[in-house]
């Protein structure tokens, strides 16, 4: 079976536009449900972080039982150091959001150089909600924006006002990837939407998380990795 990268966030909180900072972590549902699925089906999940630092569940996604399964994940304690990972060692690389990628995937280039090889080598690429903040420093080899001319699902700039956030975020997610050039294809806030494109498959929210993971699973069988 495969081996999937899951590169987390390691921001505990997100500094808004005003200087406030605002608690936040991974999403949990984004990284428990993809997990889930993916081992389920056989697959080995390994994770990494900026620094090597343990995440952090953002606390206001922290549903009855989300604690205790993120207990059981033992390897989520002692994550690899982004920097020092191979991106050619893995059959997929996978992002979930919460706001955490915001502030320090959003601007990560080792992060961003995993991105480039991943989609470079034609393995997939897997993204959801806000973390596709992690594509916004990629480039291709050109030194084009990686997202440029692709469809993707993201965290709307409609689901940010709903959640109160988008009058003080320093960025909105949507709006900066389709600044780069991005074909962003909205759904209904909080609707289960995931886009795939070649071998880079992503999606809009939580809501999304498990439709994502069943789209990379697809690839992996069908043989989109190049591994």
Known sequence: MSTVLFVV????????????????????????????????????VVFATPAGVTPVADPGSLREGDAEAIADIAALRAPLVLAEVDASAYDAVYYPGGHGPMQDLAVDADSAAVIADTMAAGRPLVAVCHGLAALLPAATATAD?????????????EEERIGGLADSAPFLLESSLRELGADVVVAEPWSEHTVVDGTLITGQNPQSSASTARALIAALADGSSAL
């Open 145 to 157: 924006p990686l997202v440029s001319g692709r469809r993707i699902a993201a965290f709307t700039d």
């Open 9 to 44: 966030t390691g921001a505990r909180t997100w500094t808004l536009a005003d200087g406030t900072e605002h608690p936040t972590g991974y999403w949990a549902e984004e990284l428990l449900t993809p997990y889930a699925l993916l081992t389920e089906a056989g697959h080995q």
